[in-house]
């Protein structure tokens, strides 16, 4: 499974992104698939999860309100719609999947086996 992160690049603040998650070797919409975000020395954060088969979502706290998640199935792939960004969202951003199907309200402390190589946003005037 290979998990391709595309989409970022730099921004004003209040602009917006669209992140896509492409993938090889599995179908994503028959897993969940999540978004993780790590900006330079802060801890990992969940930014937002769907669940395959009924398409339920979580978004973190920082999400929440400017951030939807959604998915393509004639694409194979997710998406990130990213609003009203803020410099304090500029981090890289990584997409992940594993063996889940649901998201959960704990969903950021699973463990996924497959990984994004990241792509990078960087909200700055």
């Known amino acids: 499974v290979q998990l391709q992160a595309s989409g970022g690049g730099l921004v004003q603040p209040g602009g917006s992104l669209r992140l896509s998650c492409g993938a090889s070797g599995r179908s994503l919409r028959l897993y969940a698939v999540g978004w993780f975000r790590q900006a330079p020395g802060k801890e990992r954060e969940g930014v937002s999860c769907?669940?395959?088969?009924?398409?339920?979502?979580y978004y973190g706290d920082s999400a929440k309100d400017r951030f939807t998640i959604s998915r393509d199935a004639t694409k194979n792939t997710v998406y990130l719609q990213m609003n009203s960004l803020k410099p304090e969202d500029t981090a890289v951003y990584y997409c992940?999947?594993?063996?889940?199907?649901?998201?959960?309200?704990?969903?950021?402390?699973?463990?996924?086996?497959?990984w994004g190589q990241g792509t990078l946003v960087t909200v700055s005037s």
């Open positions: 992940v999947t594993g063996f889940q199907v649901l998201c959960t309200a704990d969903w950021a402390l699973n463990e996924y086996d497959h």
């Open positions: 769907i669940s395959a088969r009924d398409g339920s979502t």
